[in-house]
């Protein structure tokens, strides 16, 4: 049994491009980007879309529910868990694994969405479902 | 189209560099590379560096090592893979007809500076458009690459027995290196028995962080042929990126898929025909998703065929890294393609130490993988040829 330790994520940088996503953050929402040329969702979400580069993008609201694609827990003395979460809707974020057993997070385990505060936004996380 | 050979290379014997300054040891590094050839420093015409190099560019150290004569430059980074990618970058400018004679560095001496390479959690910097999403995840190279080989055991059922199959090559291959930083044979259970970092990774999975560096020079055949070295001909090169892809994760292969393609291609060869590998060794997984990648087995099949000793020279059908690689000769400023390129050339030549030598040496590779594995890198591969 290896708790993870209560770990007060980094300030994310907000600018221009990522202030949406960290104005819902604070909402208690998670967007992902549309890009509405093709109707493809992308992650991070940005005023630009990755399938052709044209400003034609809308921010739509997770439902936050997922799958955990990968992880890792980093060890030492304040343990915690890096992962690859894959969103119901499709994309893939980075995120980490909280209010859990370290040693029992697992691929293919579903989650679902949990705010972290930080001295900024808070930070998308996951905890199991 | 006028081919290249690489004349020169030099692997700085330092693991700890106290006492100089990373300027010094690029100097140094070109020094040692230039003596090998056979060549001065009014003979190079074109010079290429990576972010480790002090300044903007290239331009410090070409002022700094005072190379006059300077008609190309190329400072493209990729993290570690940089200097395999400058290989080729190299060959086609010579083979454009507008350089000689090349020059490439590298050098850094994080463990001088006590850097924490592996599982420190450090910034990318301010307006990289990534960093706000992944900096407050508490990423580190450790657990970034950690995570593929988690999905790597989830997807094809590797094990860490596998995984440590990898750094018991290496270290049989380190013992004979008498500059490598750790010498000592190791097994199996050692491997998966060293203290956790990341799961699944163990410490022993894991490349040694040490100072130094190395540095090439890259001809043209005119040059190559009044040289009284072996020659070694650059057959065939590719590079290639990958990322994230805007939210379509695929930890299961890298871009040396594409690099390896496009550098077996331009050479007319295959992996069968490979005798020596160098292949970019941050981690024991890094090691096996670039052997399925370039070809050299199928995907999700690296776990079993780096088993049983399958990359140690003169026992496996793979010799690999034989001087110990980044898991247990050398890692110099945490860049590990340079010594990538700088191996293969010893083994192409016949100059590896003889207890690892291939004994037919006609065809050689040099792969390698620069920022992460896990997010977004670049990776280089080289063909070289003994002629």
């Known amino acids: 049994m290896t708790p993870d330790f209560d770990r007060m994520p980094a300030t994310p940088n907000e600018d221009p491009d990522n202030k949406p996503f960290f104005d819902a953050a604070r909402a208690g929402k998670l967007i992902i980007g549309k890009c509405l040329d093709t109707d493809k969702l992308f992650f991070p979400p940005r005023h630009v879309s990755p399938y052709t580069l044209s400003n034609n993008v809308a921010f739509v609201e997770s439902k936050g529910e997922g799958e955990i694609y990968s992880f890792s827990v980093q060890r030492g003395k304040e343990p915690y868990c890096l992962a690859y979460v894959t969103l119901s809707e499709g994309p893939t974020m980075m995120t980490n694994i909280i209010n859990t057993d370290l040693d029992a997070v697992r691929a293919g385990q579903k989650v679902k969405l949990v705010f972290k505060p930080s001295e900024g936004a808070p930070v998308p996380m996951f905890t199991p479902a | 189209m006028s081919p290249a050979y690489i004349v020169g290379a030099f692997e700085h014997p330092t693991r700890k560099a106290d006492t100089k300054s990373i300027a010094q040891l690029h100097a140094e590094v070109a020094f040692g590379a230039l003596q090998d ?34 008609r190309y430059i190329d400072s493209t980074d990729t993290g570690g893979s940089s200097y395999v990618i400058h290989v080729g970058h190299a060959a086609d400018m010579i083979a454009q007809g507008k350089c000689d004679v090349c020059l490439i560095t590298l050098a850094g001496r994080p463990r001088a500076e006590g850097m924490q390479t592996g599982t420190a959690v450090r910034s990318a910097g301010s ?67 060293s203290p956790m970092i990341a799961d699944p990774l163990h410490r022993l999975d894991c490349c040694v962080i040490s100072d130094g560096g190395g540095a090439l020079i890259v001809a043209r055949e005119e040059v190559a042929r009044k040289l009284k070295r072996p020659l070694v001909k650059v057959r065939g090169y590719g590079e290639a990126v990958k990322h994230q892809m805007a939210g379509a994760v695929d930890l299961t292969y890298s871009a040396s898929v594409k690099s390896g393609k496009t550098a077996f291609s331009m050479a007319g060869c295959k992996p069968s025909d490979i005798k020596y590998a160098s292949i970019y060794d941050s981690f024991t997984i890094s090691v096996i998703v ?19 000793g399958n990359l140690i020279s003169g026992v496996g059908k793979l010799p690999f890294n034989t001087d110990g690689g980044g898991l247990c000769n050398n890692h ?49 591969t080289v063909i070289l040829e003994a002629v």
């Not at chain 2, 050839?37 to 560019?57: E, F, N, R, W």
């Not at chain 2, 990898?166 to 500059?179: I, L, M, P």
């Not at chain 2, 192409?348 to 997010?375: F, I, M, W, Y």
């Open chain 2, 37 to 70: 050839a056979g060549l001065s420093v009014d003979d190079i015409d074109g010079y290429l560096c990576a972010g480790d190099a002090p300044g903007m560019g290239g331009l410090s150290m070409a002022e700094y090592m005072n190379l006059r004569n300077l």
């Open chain 2, 127 to 193: 307006g990289v458009p990534d960093e706000p999403f992944e900096l407050p995840m508490g990423r580190t190279i450790a657990t970034m690459h950690a995570m593929v080989a988690q999905r790597h055991m989830y997807q094809y059922g590797t094990t860490s027995e596998q995984l440590a199959w990898v750094k018991v090559a290496a270290s049989h291959h380190a013992q004979h290196n008498e500059n490598a930083m750790l010498r000592k044979v190791v097994t199996v259970e050692d491997v998966v028995n």
């Open chain 2, 290 to 308: 670039q052997l399925e990648d370039l070809g050299f087995c199928e995907k999700g099949q690296g776990g079993k065929f780096v088993s049983d």
């Open chain 2, 332 to 380: 110099p400023s945490n860049r590990g393609g340079m010594t990538k390129v700088i191996e293969a050339v010893r083994q192409a030549r016949g100059e590896a130490h003889p207890a690892v030598q291939v004994p037919n040496h006609d065809l050689v590779l040099a792969n390698g993988k620069g920022g992460s594995l896990c997010t977004r890198h670049g990776c280089g």
